[in-house]
């Protein structure tokens, strides 16, 4: 993701899209989400692959909680077109976990674990530049 042509990354550093909290303790509990959704659904295409149809639902439902609360972080009155776009595509994503949980299908997990990434990217980005402008 070019941090030059990136008008998400822009959104993301001009609006306030996430609920109270300081802005630093926000963007790490942010990553640390989005980290453990995508650690998540890592273990789940093992489980997927070795057949551990139990375990692959724990993970897949541990992975859709965090994006839950991802979801569940945003202010949606505050944080305008990019709070209501990540609603959607948390949504979005959500959906197609249970789908690949139901239809054994890791290349719906990849989607998604593709799609959080360049979300943690993006705010590993902000992250690096707060850091860098302290």
Known sequence: MSQTNNPALGHYRSVDAYGAAAAEDRTQLV?????????RIATARGQMQ???TGAKG???NKAIGLIDGLRGSLDLDRGGE?????NRLYDYMNRRLVEANLGDEPELLDEVADLLEDIRSAWAEITSTATAGA
């Open 50 to 52: 070795r057949r551990e």
């Open 82 to 86: 990019i709070a209501a776009n990540l």
């Open 58 to 60: 724990e993970s897949i």
């Open 31 to 39: 990553l640390r989400m989005l980290e453990g959704a995508l650690d």
